[in-house]
C-alpha cells in the first residue's frame, strides 16, 4: 500500500478508553492526512499535517486528537469523548501540500471497534 | 466551496461490456481530480488524475476517465470490464485554488457479473 504502514489492523476498546492508531510512512512525504470511513458516507476528514509539528482540523475532528512530531508519523488518538467511533481509519500521504497537485497515497486501515 | 458527487451507489455490468462510473465536481475556480478504487478491507489506490491539459486521462489496469468541463463530470470509463474490477470507487476534487484537502465522493460499488 504504497510505503504506509497502520496498526494495529484490528482494534478493539471499551467505553471510556482512549486509543492511538499508528500511521508511518517511509516517502518523504510532507503532507499526511486522517480519514473516517462509514458505510455510504464515504471517506471523511479528520485532521491533517502539512508540515512537522502542525495541523489542521478536518470536516469531523471532535473527539480525535493528533500530533507531527516527526515527518515520518502522524498518530491519531480516539478519544473517550468520540460517541460513536466505530469505523475504518485510513491514514494517507501525499508529497505536496493538501492543495497540490499531488495524489495521495493511503495505507491498508485500521477497523476500530467499540465493544 | 468544493464537493464532488457520484450519483450511482451500484453499477452492475456483465464481464466483457464498457463500464462507466459517473461523478460530477463543484469548485469555485479550476480543479484538480482523481479517482481511486478500493477492495475489501483494504486502502484506496490511485487510478488516475487530471491535472491539465488532454481532456482523456489514461490510468491504471485500462482505466481511463475524461474532464468534461461544461458538464463539470469527471466519469471513469473502461472498454471491457473484468470480474476482477468488482470493487468501490472514489471520486475525489480538489480547487486548484487555495490549499484545502481533497474531498472525497460517497463512493460507487461496482459489480461485474461474469
Known amino acids: 500500500d504504497g510505503g504506509i504502514t497502520q496498526s494495529p489492523k484490528y482494534l478493539f476498546r471499551k467505553e471510556g478508553q482512549n486509543v492511538t492508531l499508528s500511521c508511518e510512512q517511509n516517502?518523504?512525504?510532507?503532507?499526511m492526512y486522517w480519514y473516517r470511513q462509514d458505510p455510504g458516507q464515504g471517506l471523511r476528514l479528520i485532521y491533517y499535517?502539512?508540515?512537522?509539528?502542525?495541523?489542521q482540523k478536518g470536516d469531523i475532528a471532535e473527539g480525535y486528537s493528533v500530533s507531527r512530531e516527526k515527518k515520518e508519523s502522524f498518530p491519531l488518538t480516539v478519544t473517550s469523548a468520540q460517541k460513536n467511533p466505530t469505523a475504518f481509519y485510513l491514514c494517507?500521504?501525499?508529497?505536496?501540500?493538501?492543495?497540490?497537485?499531488?495524489?495521495?497515497?493511503f495505507g491498508p486501515g485500521t477497523r476500530l471497534t467499540v465493544l | 466551496a468544493q464537493s464532488v458527487a457520484q450519483p450511482e451507489d451500484q453499477v452492475n455490468v456483465a464481464e466483457g461490456n464498457p463500464l462507466t462510473v459517473k461523478c460530477t465536481y463543484s469548485?469555485?475556480?479550476?480543479?484538480?481530480l482523481f479517482w481511486y478504487v478500493q477492495y475489501p478491507n483494504r486502502g484506496l489506490q490511485f487510478l488516475l488524475k487530471?491535472?491539465?491539459?488532454?481532456?482523456l486521462v489514461k490510468g491504471s489496469y485500462g482505466f481511463e476517465a475524461e474532464f468534461n468541463k461544461s458538464q463539470t463530470s469527471f466519469h471513469l470509463k473502461k472498454p471491457s470490464a473484468l470480474v476482477s474490477d468488482s470493487a468501490l470507487y472514489f471520486c475525489?476534487?480538489?480547487?486548484?485554488?487555495?490549499?484545502?484537502?481533497?474531498?472525497f465522493g460517497k463512493g460507487t460499488r461496482l459489480s461485474v457479473i461474469a
Open positions: 516517502l518523504n512525504h510532507d503532507a
Open positions: 469548485v469555485s475556480g479550476n480543479p484538480y
Open positions: 494517507a500521504s501525499s508529497i505536496d501540500g493538501a492543495g497540490g497537485r499531488g495524489e495521495q497515497f
Open positions: 499535517s502539512q508540515i512537522v509539528n502542525d495541523f
Open positions: 487530471y491535472i491539465t491539459g488532454d481532456n
Open positions: 475525489a476534487v480538489r480547487d486548484k485554488r487555495g490549499n484545502t484537502p481533497l474531498v
